[in-house]
């Protein structure tokens, strides 16, 4: 007698997960692809297999929507840790090297930006016609401030920073030159590709940061610009 194996039922809880996370990947293709004021409730719904009254359920609000395909975007993932908790985030603030801990951060924040950038356009839209964006948007700039700073302070503790360096002005130089603005402008517009701009900005950033003297040559060992750098880019 051959006995069958029956096959468990997803759980209501697992199918919500599952047609959430529908909604948000549809969401983020139709934003990307239409912007903000095109991409309706209605149509992420139709799109993703779901009655409107589901959309409103769920989320509330076409800005929470964005915010979440936002969230899932630069994560790359659904349900994703916060950035301090990521693996190569606990590397950087333990690294002994301030080279090894600006490589890893211009690495993975880079990579954030590569995801999370053909969305901008419609959060800013967004942001201009919803406060709740807007206070959303606002939270993920202190956040992104707030994890440089913590790169930052694990550099000083390295003894890595310019003489006459501090903290702070350190973290203004980084937040600024590693920011959306100069992204959207090299990779974006300007068509660098992402090893290169890798490159230069870690090169700038050493520069800028960092105490004169021999490079950590093992800094960007295993990270996608170890290699082929132009040489204008090197440290």
Known sequence: ????????????????????????????????????????????????????????????????????????????????????QRPWMIEALAASSPYR?????????????????????????????????????RGVTSGRRAGMRRLVGRISELDGLRTGLDVERATDIMFVLNGHAIFQGLVIEAAWNLPTYKAWLYSTLVQQLLSPGHPDASATKNLTFARGRPREFTT
Not at 60 to 77: N, P, R, Y
Not at 107 to 135: C, K, S, T
Request: hydrophobic share 40%; proline share 5%; net charge positive.
């Open 101 to 137: 801990s600006l490589a890893l951060g211009v690495e993975h924040g880079v990579d954030i930006y590569q995801r999370a950038a053909p969305l901008w356009p419609a959060v800013n839209a967004a942001a201009v016609v919803d406060p709740a964006v807007e206070r959303y948007w």
């Open 1 to 84: 007698m051959t006995s069958r194996v029956k096959s468990k039922r997803p759980s209501r809880a697992d199918q919500a997960r599952a047609t959430r996370r529908r909604i948000i990947e549809t969401a983020t293709r139709l934003f990307t692809a239409d912007g903000y004021a095109s991409t309706t409730m209605e149509k992420v719904a139709a799109q993703s297999g779901v009655a409107i009254q589901t959309m409103y359920y769920t989320f509330g609000t076409k800005g929470q929507v964005l915010c979440e395909a936002m969230e899932f975007a630069g994560a790359g993932e659904h349900d994703p840790i916060p950035v301090h």
